[in-house]
């Protein structure tokens, strides 16, 4: 280098068009159009090896800051500390890049980025009270996975208040656990339960406005605490409303309005079919019970295997209802008693009375021939298999008779004969005349197939 001057430690070298103060103070480089400050090897247009204070910054075209820590520091209240600003006349958008270059191969885990919110404490320590944080979960060429973090310090611990995890899923408290079906979004609390508040500007913003949904100790809590109706819907309908007073209506939206007695659960519109089922295997059964001695003390019970229904009180069967037929199990008492009677004009023939669909027979048209009475549960259905060994059935037949009269001359239990036995101790021989007779029997089974027949006649005229 050819020295064309020497000012001490201020040294112009023509040859080379540089101006070099103090080695690497400051060094002009005219061939490649750089300047350097603390360092004698410019690699950009402006290269700064230290620290650079400046009352204000204006930068048009790249900077490349080298070192570790980039400061700017300002009293300012208002304005803006740090601006990037976009004005091209274009739709793109000013931006901050973040670039994490390990200089090798990036490995899964990798720390990307970081935006830390610091302060001190009342010891003049430094804290970081909050912090964003970007890290690669997967750096797999063409699969890579990205997750972003919020974080925030309680009680002296930095920690995760929420995070996104590379689907999209979000936890609240928590790291998104098994994500996939109802889980793209997980509130976790560490000590209350994990939960979920909704208010707007009706209900107040307290702790004790609006909707809460709740995880406790493995409990479930959907919480209205407004004093207002919760309604569950599906297909954008209404299918079940909670009123402020607990009722219950499904498919109904005034349940409160109904019998203070009957109305903890309302089911149904009002118009068409309504209804409710049980389904279940061998039985279905509705319970009721006031808590105070047995679990419960009525109950409604449907057998699917027997295809029967039992009725109890007290925990004690009192009905049984099987095919149309009704047993009572226990005393009867009754008030009054309607009895269904089958009336006939025919004259003669076999009679043969169903008796699991009529309690009488009248035939109201003079007969005209003795007859055979055949008593059996109906056309396709035996007596023998409608009753129990030990059970009885009465059945009546009254006959209206002409001048000459005529009579039951022979009996019959599913199409074999029996002998009734009479009151009074003798069949009759005959009808009478002019009248009205009007028989009753009493069918009484005393083995399979086997019934003992008690029958009597009386007169009205």
Do not use: C
Not at 55 to 62: E, K
Not at 414 to 438: E, H, L, M, R, Y
């Amino acid at each position: 280098m050819t020295r064309a001057r020497d000012l001490g430690d201020f040294i112009a070298d023509g040859a080379a068009a540089e101006l070099v103060v103090d080695t690497t103070t400051l060094v002009v480089d005219s061939t490649n159009n750089r300047v350097g400050i603390g360092t004698a090897s410019p690699a950009t247009a402006l290269d700064v090896t230290g620290t650079v204070t400046s009352d204000g910054l204006t930068v048009v075209g790249d900077v490349t800051v080298t070192g570790d820590t980039f400061t700017i520091t300002s009293s300012a209240q208002d304005d803006p500390v740090l601006l990037i600003q976009n004005t091209t006349n274009d739709s793109n958008s000013a931006r901050l890049k973040f670039n994490k270059d390990r200089g090798a191969a990036a490995q899964d885990g990798d720390d990307i980025a970081d935006i830390i919110f610091a302060g001190e404490n009342d010891a003049q320590q430094a804290v970081t009270y909050a912090a964003v944080r970007v890290e690669a979960a997967d750096v797999s060429d063409g699969s890579e996975d990205g997750t972003i973090a919020f974080q925030s310090m309680k009680a002296g611990t930095l920690s995760d208040s929420l995070k996104i995890d590379s689907g999209g899923d979000v936890g609240i408290g928590v790291s998104p656990s098994n994500p996939g079906w109802a889980r793209n979004l997980q509130v976790h609390g560490a000590g209350n339960g994990g939960g979920l508040q909704l208010t707007d500007n009706t209900s107040g913003s307290g702790n004790n406005d609006g909707l809460s949904i709740a995880s406790y100790q493995g409990n479930s809590y959907f919480i209205n605490r407004e004093n207002a109706f919760t309604v569950f819907s599906t297909n954008d309908t209404e299918r079940m409303r909670i009123s402020s007073d607990g009722t219950v209506g499904i498919g109904n939206t005034t349940s409160g309005s109904f019998s203070s007695s009957a109305n903890n659960l309302v089911v149904g519109s009002g118009s068409g079919s309504q209804g409710m089922t049980i389904f279940g295997g061998a039985e279905s059964n509705i319970f009721f019970s006031d808590g105070t001695s047995a679990p419960s003390i009525g109950r409604i019970e449907y057998s699917h295997i027997a295809e029967d229904m039992k009725f109890y009180v007290n925990n004690i069967q009192s009905l049984n209802i099987t095919g149309g037929k009704v047993d009572i199990v226990g005393t009867l008492d009754i008030e009054e008693v309607i009895e269904k009677v089958t009336i006939l004009s025919d004259t003669s023939g076999t009679i043969n009375p169903n008796l699991l669909d009529r309690a009488i027979t009248f035939f109201n048209v003079n007969q005209t021939a003795n007859r055979t009475i055949n008593f059996r549960g109906d056309g396709s259905t035996t007596l023998n298999s409608v009753m129990a060994i030990g059970q009885s059935m009465t059945h009546a037949v009254i006959m209206q008779q002409g001048s000459t009269a005529y009579y039951l001359n022979a009996y019959q239990v599913d199409g074999s004969s029996v002998t009734p036995k009479w009151q009074g101790g003798s069949a009759p021989t005959g009808g009478n005349a002019s009248s009205i007779d009007a028989y009753s029997f009493t069918i009484i089974k005393t083995a399979d197939a086997t019934f003992t027949v008690l029958a009597s006649i009386t007169q009205y005229a």
